[in-house]
C-alpha cells in the first residue's frame, strides 16, 4: 500500500466514517488517466447534495490532463501549485450560478450549497480510489475568462485537482515532506459546542 495512505489517514476521537477519515489532499499524483464515466459519477454524487430550494446552483466544467484546456487551466496556477499539480488526471472548475433560476433573484447560499456538493464529490471520490486537491491559487480572472464564466451571473470558486495517488518521493521539497505529513485539526471544543442557556 503506498505509504502516504497510512501517514494521512485521520486520527479522529469518535468513531467517524473512514472515508471521511481517508479523503486528504495530496500533491503527489501518479499522472494516470481518470475516464469520463469515473468523473461523471463524481458529479452525479454532487448533484445529490441537498441546496436551497433544489436549485442546485453548482456547476463543473472539467477537462483531463493533455487536453488544452488542462494545460490552459494549468498556466493559471499560482507558484506553489504549479510544481506538483500538472500531474493530476484532471481539472474541475467549480462555480455556482448566484441568483435564483425561479425569479432572477439574488441566491445567498450558492456558495454554501456548492461546497456540500463538493463535499459529496470527495467523498465519492475516495469511494472510488480517486484523490482530490482543491485549489484556491490561481489567477481568477484568467481562467475565467478561459472559461467563458460570466462574473455577473456565475461565481467561479476554486479549481479541483483529481487524479491517482502517487508516492511522496515524486515530489520536491517542501512538497515531499508536506505529503509525508500527519493532517492536523483544531480541537473539537473550538468548533463545536452546546447551546447554553
Ligand atoms: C477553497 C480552497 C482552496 C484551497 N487552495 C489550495 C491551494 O491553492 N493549494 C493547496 O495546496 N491547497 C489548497 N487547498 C487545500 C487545503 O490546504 C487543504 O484542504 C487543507 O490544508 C486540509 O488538508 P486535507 O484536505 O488534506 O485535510 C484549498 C482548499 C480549499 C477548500
Given at each position: 500500500?503506498?505509504?502516504?495512505?497510512?501517514?494521512?489517514?485521520?486520527?479522529?476521537?469518535h468513531d467517524v466514517h473512514p472515508l471521511i477519515r481517508?479523503?486528504?489532499?495530496?500533491?503527489?499524483?501518479?499522472?494516470?488517466?481518470?475516464?469520463?464515466?469515473?468523473?461523471?459519477?463524481?458529479?452525479?454524487?454532487?448533484?445529490?447534495?441537498?441546496?436551497?430550494?433544489?436549485?442546485?446552483?453548482?456547476?463543473?466544467?472539467?477537462?483531463?490532463?493533455?487536453?488544452?484546456?488542462?494545460?490552459?487551466?494549468?498556466?493559471?496556477?499560482?507558484?506553489?501549485?504549479?510544481?506538483?499539480?500538472?500531474?493530476?488526471?484532471?481539472?474541475?472548475?467549480?462555480?455556482?450560478?448566484?441568483?435564483h433560476a425561479r425569479n432572477g433573484q439574488p441566491n445567498?447560499?450558492?456558495?454554501?450549497?456548492?461546497?456540500?456538493?463538493?463535499?459529496?464529490?470527495?467523498?465519492?471520490?475516495?469511494?472510488?480510489?480517486?484523490?482530490?486537491?482543491?485549489?484556491?491559487?490561481?489567477?481568477?480572472?484568467?481562467?475565467?475568462?478561459?472559461?467563458?464564466?460570466?462574473?455577473?451571473?456565475?461565481?467561479?470558486?476554486?479549481?479541483?485537482?483529481?487524479?491517482?495517488?502517487?508516492?511522496?518521493?515524486?515530489?520536491?521539497?517542501?512538497?515531499?515532506?508536506?505529503?509525508?505529513?500527519?493532517?492536523?485539526?483544531?480541537?473539537?471544543?473550538?468548533?463545536?459546542?452546546?447551546?447554553?442557556?
Amino acid at each position: 500500500m503506498n505509504a502516504t495512505i497510512a501517514i494521512k489517514e485521520a486520527r479522529t476521537e469518535h468513531d467517524v466514517h473512514p472515508l471521511i477519515r481517508q479523503r486528504f489532499s495530496p500533491r503527489a499524483f501518479t499522472g494516470e488517466p481518470v475516464s469520463d464515466q469515473e468523473l461523471l459519477t463524481l458529479f452525479e454524487a454532487a448533484a445529490w447534495a441537498p441546496s436551497s430550494m433544489n436549485e442546485q446552483p453548482w456547476r463543473f466544467r472539467y477537462a483531463l490532463r493533455g487536453e488544452a484546456p488542462f494545460e490552459a487551466l494549468m498556466r493559471s496556477l499560482s507558484g506553489g501549485n504549479l510544481p506538483w499539480a500538472p500531474n493530476g488526471a484532471a481539472i474541475v472548475a467549480i462555480s455556482g450560478m448566484k441568483h435564483h433560476a425561479r425569479n432572477g433573484q439574488p441566491n445567498a447560499s450558492w456558495g454554501f450549497d456548492t461546497g456540500i456538493a463538493v463535499g459529496n464529490l470527495l467523498l465519492q471520490a475516495t469511494a472510488a480510489g480517486l484523490y482530490g486537491h482543491l485549489l484556491g491559487g490561481f489567477d481568477h480572472e484568467r481562467a475565467a475568462e478561459l472559461l467563458r464564466i460570466d462574473a455577473e451571473s456565475e461565481g467561479l470558486i476554486c479549481l479541483l485537482l483529481l487524479g491517482r495517488l502517487g508516492e511522496a518521493e515524486m515530489l520536491q521539497e517542501p512538497y515531499r515532506t508536506r505529503e509525508r505529513t500527519p493532517r492536523v485539526r483544531k480541537p473539537l471544543g473550538e468548533v463545536a459546542a452546546r447551546i447554553s442557556g
